[in-house]
Each structure stands twice: as structure tokens, then as C-alpha cells.
């Protein structure tokens, strides 16, 4: 395969078809209710950002046992004739209740309910964990990167990190959240509407007779659109080139290049004498985009040391969660047949029935309540249908930021916002 | 979507096609040469594994342009009708030259070279580093994780932390090159015609009345192949459940079930009381399985500690890759037009020139080569056109690994293995 094909349904752990089984077998049809929660922050994360709805909903819609599904399954030679009729007719029948995307939490909350049949909703745990996990992860470091950089645009570069084609699009989706400004990525700047983002590699710069050359070539064919890369050789004459080709721009046709970008070096040190140099000559137009290993630290680095920047492009880092590639995130049973249920495993404590989430608020958050599931209250949790508007829920995740502590928003060493769980659990 | 589809062609970084519209339109289309190579090792790694060309393969096959993509890149309004128009006609001319799957190299050596006309080449570059990325990141994992085992047998239970779907087949496939035993992860286990595996989750345990009735539906359903979770309550109590449920199961139907799994705890002594309690209680043949945040580091301590292991399940650290989510692998031009091309930013310096890599080897391997281009080298860079069989890939890593100096395959803190860049470069 180049990319996968087919139904979703076998996109999960053996043990999910095993169980159903015997769920199946044993006639335990009663309703179960599971619960997702995430149970540790990583280091200098102070929330995490609700995601990955958008991708539940499709996933559920087309979660069915194919024909190919249930004869590879049945050449396992562990499932019995009834069990696989069963699933041959099978779709999901469950409710979802969630927080909505954009939405922070912490950890310890439920951020996804999903009740029905226990054979249902168990069916479903290690792909909504897989979709729910990164997505969550992207939409968080997002919203720390565009904390970090302070009105100053994100672009995200990660494709070529990322550890796939869905999770690209996951992290790019994820940066849109939280008001990246576009993506090199072009499948996902399709699947998303966000504006595809880049203009050259080095390679490019390398392949022409010189640097002078080849940024003459891109100017020319993408006038305003045309940003210059001006570290394949020496990042100060590359920027001193860059201008000229801009001040012949304007000469030969009237027209304003966007800008430069550099990719390497002490970007604080470079991006100053680019824009210093910009100005003496008269370029004050000319933008100077960044890249290069950078993520939030670096970039609020950047920033306190007095880079001159208009544009950040964040790609292995972001792209690969460097710093948190996986969260802890779970999805327990947490009620069968009316009854709270809990399991007991050193670090692993779970606390039974269904729950829903309150938050206060006076001028900001002040504290989250975890409490018996209450179908008056005013709860974070809402049931799931499908996915909202993108600018709702780019909407929400700003809201949200806004009402946050400070305090908890820091990118280093953040507060503990506190979380409390109602006594009776 | 719930999973993509189309063309992999708009899986790339949009200056990949900025740069090919100057090409194209500047008529640039001189042979050129791309180069993939690591620059570093992840902390305590001594070497990388090759894998990910099964991948390669296939995209490089399904590389089209069709209307839908060429309609999207129209709209963008950045691209000319006549690039578009080529691009509509256009399949990649490319050669390839690569280590063969299961190779183990090293940093700086090239792994893959592209060559063909510049658009062509320069067009792959996004998709072929996602591809071999957490290809060769995965690969290098597994048999880390295998090396440290000691022979026990490893399974994949990544899934659910995996980034996306791609991704936990690029995780189960690098396991099944390393010799993993299985993946729970039943949508690979079946493109990669690997054994499926996984039996219960902790939910199971407690839908049920009792642990010790989940236990009896599970060995009754599943009988030689029942593993049964001992750690949903108390674990001491739970290994004593179990081996009731097997004594009855050799009572009841004559069948030995095959184990338990023990997913948290303390590992060594709770795998040192299982064994010695199925010992005492003539169960020998019970076998014990152990999960729960495992890494080559953890495996490496518990077996040093006597942990009693028959079998390993690794997830988390192993599908997301936690210590090295990211390998610093590039895809640079190092000749066009028969000319070799370097750049000079700093940290980022490329070698021109095409290459051949040698290996030299005594009892041992004992240093590698890498020399301008030879056509009558032993050189490791093979032509490729299509993937090998699984069987000659698995074979080729244990002798790879058979003949590496120890010190280079420690788990941590390995030497570093030599490798020299002649003169002439």
C-alpha cells in the first residue's frame, strides 16, 4: 500500500475483538459507559487543548466489519462462526458526550464518555485513544507555540517529521486550531482550507549558477509571493543579495518581494542585521521569516533576546511532539449494567460512574469540579454529534486562553490549576 | 475523511512545487542527484537500521497528479497553466540507489540516493524523509528492543499512542524486520501477515462479577490460548485466581491455558511470586507476560533483576517513539549537471559529489567507507526497484547485528562505530 485502505474496524488492538467475544457469547449486552481521561501533564505543560472530533465523527460513520475484515478474521482460526456473523452486521450504536474541541482541560478529567452496548463501545477504545492522543498533543503545543510568539504568525513545516500522512494532517489541523497561519503541508492545506505555505530549499539556491541567480529566477516568477532563503552559503551576504534582487525588483517591474527566510545560525544576531540592513537601504517592507528547530522555548528565547522576525516556521519539533510524543491517555470502564465500577492497580486508580465536569469562573478560571454525573448541571461535557465550524472552535480555544490564568499559560514551570473531585467518588 | 485517499502527490511541502515551477519554466532539467542522510544518533543509539523502502515503493508507484490535485493547485493561484499542465502528464523519472532493508548504518553515510531530472527528484524529497524517518526510527527501536530481551519474545502494542494510522504499520512492520513475535494492532497484523495478538484489557476484568468468573469465560472461549490479566485489583491475588482457573481448565476440559499478562507493579517480584507459585502448584506451563511503559532500558533492568519474563509487550515508548520521536534526516542535492554542489550554513555542511559506501569487515565490522561514486565499489547503495521478501530483510538484520562489535549494540552509552569520508570530498 502507499496509504491504507478499507474500513477502520481492524484498526484496533486484538484484545477489543477477543472480549467481544465473549461479551457476545456470554450475552453481556447490558450498557456500559467508558471514560477518557488523560492522567499526567508533561513537563512545562500547564492544560492540554481539546481535539480530534472532527475525526471521531468520521472514524464512527465509517466503523463497519467488511467482507476482507471478517475473512482475515475468521483465518485467525479464534473466532467462532456466530461471533463473525454478528460483526458482519455490526455497527457502533453509541453516544458520545465530550468536552468540545478547543476546550482546555487537565488531568484526571473526563474529556470523552461513550455509552452503549459494552461490545460498542469497547470496540472503539485504541483508535479514539490513537485520534484523541495526537491530536490533543498538536492542539496543545499550538496553542503554546502561538503563546510563545506573541502575534508574530506560525507556520507549521512538520510533514516531513511527522510519523505519518494522518498524523500530519492531525498536526496541521491542530495548529489551524489554535490559529497557525498556514502549512507546508499541501494535502493537509487542502483537507483543511488553510493556505499552503513555503517558497525554496537550499537545494534550490545550490542548483543555480549562484545565489544572485536564483533568487532573480524566484522573484521573478513570484513577485509578492517570493521569499528568499539566504543561508545556503553565508547568511550575511545572502541577506545583502536578497536586497539587491529586491531593489531590481522594484526597478524593473515595481514590484515588492515578501521578504527573506532564515534557517540557520544565531537567528537573533542574523534576523538584526537583516532588518537593520533592510531598513539603511530602504526595504522596510521586507519581511524575515524563521525556521529551524524551533518550538516554544526557542521561540520565547528569540523573542526576550530581541529577534527581529515577521514569521516562524516550527517543523521537526512540532511535527514529532519532540518533547511529548505520547500523553497518558486512557479510556476505562467506568459504569456496566448501572453499577460504578473501579479498578485498583497500583498508579492506575480509577474512579467509578459516570461524571460530568463544572468550571468556575470570575474574571478567570478558578477551579474545575468533578462530579457525579448530573444531567442538569452545567457541564463541559456535551453530547457529540458532529464536528463544529472550524472558526467556532478556533473561537473557543481563544475564549478559553483568555479566561486561563497566566500563571497556568506559562511555558515554563506553569501553576497547577486545581481540579477538584467531589466526595462521593 | 476518516483516512485519506487520492494521489500522494500533494503529500509534500508546497516549495517543492514553487521550486519545480522555476525549473520548469527556466527549463532546468539537467540530471540531478539528492543524497539522504542522518546527521546524528539519538542518545545512547550506536548505529541506525534501513527500512521503510516497502513504502517507497508503493508511493513512488501511485505518484500522480490527477485533476482533483492539479484543480487545487490551480486555485491556489500561484502556478502557471502550462506547469500545470505538465504536471497533469507528469510520473516521476527517478533512480534510486539504497542501503537495503535491515542495513545497519551510520551518521552522515548516505542511505538513499535520488537521481533523475531536478523536478523529478526534488519533488519526492517531503514524502521519501516521512517514509524513511519513523521507518529507520522504528526499525533501530525494535532491535534495540530485541537486543535487550535476550530472546524473549517482543510484541508491538503501540497502536493506541502511535500518531495515526501509517504510522503503527511503519511501528509493527520495523518490529517484524527486529523479529518481534506479533502486534496487536490487527490492521498491520494483516498487511504484514503477522500473528495478531492481545487477549483481555482490564474493563473485561471488571464487567464481570468477580475476576475469577471473567477469567473462567475467558479460558472457556480462548482455552490454549488464554492469557489472563492479573493486575485489574490485586495482583498476588489475581495470579492465585488465575491459577485456579487453569487447574480447573485441566480438570474440566483437560486444556493447559497459556498464561498470564502482569501490566503494572512491580515487575520482578511479582513475575518472581507468579513463577514460583505456577511451580509450587504443578503449573508449570503457565507462562508470563509483561507490559506496562516499557522500553529497551526497562527490559534491560527487569531481566538483569530476575524479572521471570516469557514474553514482552511494549507500547508507548516503543509507538511513539518517546526518547527519539525525531531522527535529523535530510535530503540534500550534492550534484547537478555533473557538478557537485556544497553548502556552507553552519552545522548543516554537505559533502558534494554522489557516493559509494563500503564496509570493511574482519571477524567484525570494522570501519565503513564513503567514497565519490564507484561503479565497481562492493558498494552497500544497491539499485532498488522493488521490495525484498520479509524473509531476506529479518535475515539480513541478525547478521548485520551478528557482526557489529558489542560495544557499538550496547543499549547505552555505545561506542561509536568508525566511519571515514575520503580524501577527496
Known amino acids: ?18 472480549m467481544a467475544q465473549v461479551y457476545f457469547k456470554r450475552r ?26 472532527g475525526e471521531i465523527e468520521s472514524y464512527l460513520k465509517a466503523f463497519r466489519f467488511d467482507d476482507n475484515d471478517v475473512a482475515y478474521l475468521q483465518s485467525t482460526g479464534i473466532f467462532e462462526k456466530e461471533f463473525l456473523d454478528y460483526l458482519r452486521r455490526f455497527t457502533p450504536d453509541v453516544q458520545i458526550r465530550a468536552l468540545p474541541e478547543g476546550t ?31 491530536s490533543i498533543i498538536e492542539a496543545t503545543l499550538a496553542a503554546r507555540t502561538v503563546i510563545a510568539s506573541q502575534g508574530v504568525p506560525v507556520l507549521d513545516f512538520g510533514l516531513r517529521r511527522c510519523h505519518g500522512p494522518v498524523s500530519s494532517i492531525r498536526s496541521a ?17 487542502r483537507a483543511l482550507d ?32 517570493a521569499v528568499l532563503l539566504v543561508d545556503t552559503y553565508d547568511t550575511l551576504e545572502g541577506v545583502q543579495v536578497a536586497a539587491a534582487v529586491a531593489k531590481q525588483m522594484i526597478e524593473e517591474r515595481g514590484i515588492k518581494i515578501k521578504g527573506i527566510r532564515i534557517d540557520s545560525g544565531d537567528l537573533v544576531a542574523l534576523s538584526r542585521f537583516a532588518r537593520e540592513y533592510f531598513q539603511k537601504e530602504g526595504l522596510d517592507f ?55 465500577l473501579l479498578k485498583t492497580s497500583p498508579d492506575k486508580h480509577t474512579r467509578p460512574g459516570r461524571k460530568s465536569v463544572t468550571r468556575s469562573k470570575s474574571n478567570l478560571y478558578e477551579i474545575d469540579t468533578v462530579s457525579p454525573f448530573d444531567p442538569e448541571a452545567d457541564d463541559l461535557l456535551n453530547p457529540f454529534t458532529s464536528a463544529e465550524p472550524m472558526a467556532t472552535i478556533q473561537q473557543r480555544l481563544r ?27
Do not use: C
Not at 202 to 217: D, I, K, M, N, T
Not at 402 to 420: D, F, G, H, M, T
Open 173 to 189: 489541523r491542530g495548529g489551524q486550531i489554535a490559529g497557525f497561519k498556514g502549512t507546508s503541508n499541501v494535502f493537509a492545506a
Open 194 to 225: 488553510l493556505p499552503p505555505s513555503g517558497t525554496m530549499a537550499h537545494s534550490y539556491v545550490q542548483a543555480h549558477e549562484s545565489e544572485q541567480q536564483a533568487f532573480l529566477h524566484f522573484a521573478r516568477q513570484f513577485r509578492e509571493n
Open 286 to 340: 521586507m519581511k524575515i521569516f524563521v525556521s529551524g528547530d524551533l518550538d516554544e522555548y526557542r521561540i520565547d528565547d528569540l523573542l526576550a533576546q530581541g529577534a527581529q522576525i515577521d514569521g516562524i516556521g516550527i517543523g521537526t519539533r512540532y511535527g514529532a511532539a519532540r518533547h511529548a510524543p505520547a500523553i497518558e491517555i486512557v479510556y476505562k470502564l467506568v459504569q456496566y449494567d448501572s453499577k460504578g
Open 28 to 53: 453481556m449486552e447490558r450498557p456500559a459507559f467508558f471514560e477518557v481521561t488523560v492522567r499526567r501533564l508533561p513537563e512545562h505543560w500547564g492544560y492540554f487543548v481539546m481535539a480530534g472530533l
Open 104 to 134: 482546555v482541560f487537565f488531568p484526571h478529567e473526563p474529556i470523552l464518555e461513550a455509552g452503549g452496548p459494552i461490545i460498542d463501545a469497547q470496540l472503539l477504545e485504541s483508535y479514539v485513544l490513537n485520534i484523541l492522543g495526537f
Open 399 to 425: 475564549t478559553e486562553l483568555a479566561a486561563l490564568p497566566q500563571s497556568v499559560k506559562a511555558i515554563r514551570n506553569p501553576e497547577i490549576y486545581p481540579v477538584e473531585f467531589s466526595r462521593h467518588q
Open 1 to 18: 500500500m502507499w496509504l491504507i485502505d478499507g474500513t477502520p474496524a481492524l484498526l484496533t488492538d486484538f484484545y477489543e475483538l477477543t
